[in-house]
């Protein structure tokens, strides 16, 4: 139980363009959900916190306006990277938490690459 | 600031070696501690989680790790360490943000090369 998946695995983009990226929790419902961004060779750096119907919490740094957060319901959260570029290329691995528990489920993450 | 430490970069044993693998964390209570593999493109798996209780707990794939609140630390063992142990390992701490709500904050990893 408690799977995570995302979609897609890989994507490669144009600069300039948009790219939205799926994270659903396929055996339980989430009610809390994370966006994590990894750069090669590096930690996970929390982006933003999304309960499902409201507004995304977004951490210190992370322009908002850039990466929209959507927490539609209780199994999908999606990340939208608006006019992507190359310095958005990165690894963004989601996770998942039911209320009340402390632990996050994990996906496997998605490969983002902008030319 | 709540932060997690893991003072080793990478870490090169030989297979059927022990291992251990450091974490410290600070904050100024007791975290939620957590140890994830991550092999390379992949996401993160769950070792084992240290919640209240029983000092030393029992993970996944033999790996075990102790918490000492004297030492912060949440240090990461396993008696006999498998080539398909190879990956990349991170100890996260659960804190508790001035805001109310809860972080998972990730040391810098530690990357485990396993000799034959």
């Known amino acids: 139980g408690a799977v995570v998946s995302q979609h897609p695995s890989r994507v490669i983009c144009k600069s300039g363009t948009s790219v939205k990226i799926e994270c659903r929790s396929l055996?339980?419902?989430?009610?809390?959900m994370f966006w994590y961004r990894q750069f090669p060779k590096q930690s996970l750096m929390l982006m933003a916190t999304?309960?499902?119907?409201?507004?995304?919490?977004?951490e210190q740094g992370v322009e908002k306006d850039k990466f929209l957060i959507n927490h539609a319901s209780l199994t999908l959260s999606t990340l939208t990277v608006t006019s992507a570029h190359p310095e958005d290329s990165s690894f963004y691995i989601c996770?998942?938490?039911?209320?009340?528990?402390?632990?996050?489920?994990f996906g496997p993450g998605t490969r983002l690459t902008v030319t | 600031a709540q932060s997690v430490t893991q003072p080793d970069i990478h870490i090169t044993v030989s297979e059927g070696a022990s291992l251990e693998l450091r974490c410290n964390y600070s904050?100024?209570?007791?975290?939620?501690l957590f140890w994830y593999v991550q092999s390379p493109g992949q996401g993160l798996q769950l070792l084992l989680k240290?919640?209240?209780?029983?000092?030393l707990v029992q993970g996944i794939k033999g790996f075990e790790a102790e918490f000492k609140r004297s030492q912060s630390s949440f240090n990461l063992r396993k008696p006999s360490v498998h080539w398909s142990d190879a990956a990349e390992y991170f100890c996260?701490?659960?804190?508790?943000?001035?805001?109310?709500?809860?972080?998972?904050?990730f040391g810098k990893g530690t990357k485990l090369t396993v000799n034959p």
């Open positions: 996770s998942a938490r039911v209320r009340g528990f402390y632990e996050q489920y």
């Open positions: 055996d339980f419902q989430a009610t809390t």
């Open positions: 999304s309960n499902e119907g409201s507004k995304a919490t977004y």
């Open positions: 904050y100024g209570a007791t975290p939620y």
């Open positions: 240290y919640f209240s209780g029983d000092t």
């Open positions: 996260a701490g659960e804190f508790l943000t001035q805001g109310g709500s809860e972080k998972l904050v």
